[in-house]
Nanobody
Framework: QVELVESGGGLAQVGGSLRLACAASISIFRINGVAWYRQAPGNEREQVASMRRDGTTTYRDSVKGRFTISRDNAKNTVYLQMNSLKPEDTAMYYC?????????WGQGTQVTVSS
């Protein structure tokens, strides 16, 4: 099982930026794919962005052009750069990793966007 630790959440103004980090306990090359999810109160958890081992990325439509998923192989860390933040981006953000036949989740980091 992979241990994942998220960081970087906090309070941002509308139009501002935050960068989330997800540090993995194993080499990122052992991970088949990593994804960022978010869940707002009363809503279902939704996938925001993902990156496969080969570097292929996907984004949900509402964040395309504003969010960027990337990784630092040396640090075994995946990032989510969030720009042009909107109030509807407010949620708990989680990273998830598929590796060794299972899926692991981090504890989450809160992002709050104020207008």
């Amino acid at each position: 099982q992979v241990e994942l630790v998220e960081s970087g959440g906090g309070l941002a103004q509308v139009g501002g930026s935050l960068r989330l980090a997800c540090a993995a306990s194993i080499s990122i090359f052992r991970i088949n794919g990593v994804a960022w999810y978010r869940q707002a109160p009363g809503n279902e958890r939704e996938q925001v962005a993902s990156m496969r081992r080969d570097g292929t990325t996907t984004y949900r439509d509402s964040v395309k052009g504003r969010f960027t998923i990337s990784r630092d192989n040396a640090k075994n860390t995946v990032y989510l750069q969030m720009n042009s933040l909107k109030p509807e981006d407010t949620a708990m953000y989680y990273c998830a990793a598929a590796a060794d036949g299972g899926v692991s989740w981090g504890q989450g980091t809160q992002v709050t966007v104020s207008s």
